[in-house]
């Protein structure tokens, strides 16, 4: 199994443009979690899916963000207009219900 | 609501030096425990996990944990830790019933060689 397949690995943007993020969770894997690791605010879900319908979307931060989850084998998390601020890592992970999660490797956006 | 603290933020340690990080949880109903760790650049990996059984609990690269029930605690040791062990450990817990990990704010762990 190839794991979680996030892309791509940095991004680097100005301030204002438009930004995706893509995740593939683990084939089988009914849960997928987006999470954003800041060095001030540490590790925060965003968002996450059960079987690809949104279950809780109380950690994001602003309209700004939207997340969608069109079928099993693909996430994605957009940012429209990108800021400074959201410069992070971006995390998706996956799990089944009687798993523990599953990392992938995540996105290093930097907003200039 | 769930929370999970990890009370050190940074530990500095020797090779060979004996390290146990501290995680307490505050929730009252059964949990299931993580321990993921952090290496520089990387992904959270899974250290070790605890649904049920036996309460000690033996990880990958020599990592165990032990769950106490009674004082909501599930602390990570390591008998001798190794420069290569340099990196942040975050404790998480899933309620028994859902699917959404909550995290410790994670302690970084360098190793001096």
Redesign the interface.
């Known amino acids: 199994d190839a794991g979680v397949i996030q892309s791509p690995r940095h991004e680097v943007t100005e301030m204002g443009q438009e930004v995706t993020l893509r995740c593939k969770p683990i084939s089988g894997h009914d849960?997928l979690?987006w999470y954003r690791q800041t060095m001030m605010r540490?590790?925060e879900?965003l968002i996450?899916f059960?079987n690809n319908v949104p279950i809780?979307d109380s950690g994001m931060p602003e309209d700004r963000f939207s997340a969608k989850m069109p079928n099993a084998s693909f996430s994605t998390l957009k940012i429209q207009p990108s800021e400074p601020r959201d410069s992070a890592v971006y995390?998706c992970?996956s799990?089944s219900?009687v798993g523990?999660?599953?990392?992938?490797?995540?996105t290093r956006l930097t907003v200039v | 609501a769930q929370s999970v603290s990890q009370h050190n933020h940074h530990v500095i340690l020797s090779e060979a030096a004996s390290l146990e990080l501290g995680c307490n949880y505050s929730y009252g109903g059964t949990v299931n425990l993580f321990w993921y760790v952090q290496y520089p650049g990387q992904h959270l990996q899974l250290l070790l996990k605890y649904f049920s059984g036996d309460p000690l609990v033996k990880g990958i690269k020599g990592f165990e944990a032990e769950f106490i029930k009674s004082k909501f605690s599930f602390n990570l040791r390591k008998p001798s830790v190794q420069w290569s062990d340099t990196a942040e450990y975050f404790c998480a817990i899933l309620k028994a019933a859902g699917n959404k990990l909550t995290f410790g704010g994670g302690t970084r762990v360098l190793v001096k060689p």
């Open positions: 849960y979690f540490g590790l879900l996450y059960n809780d995390f992970a799990s219900r523990g999660y599953t990392f992938g490797s995540g």
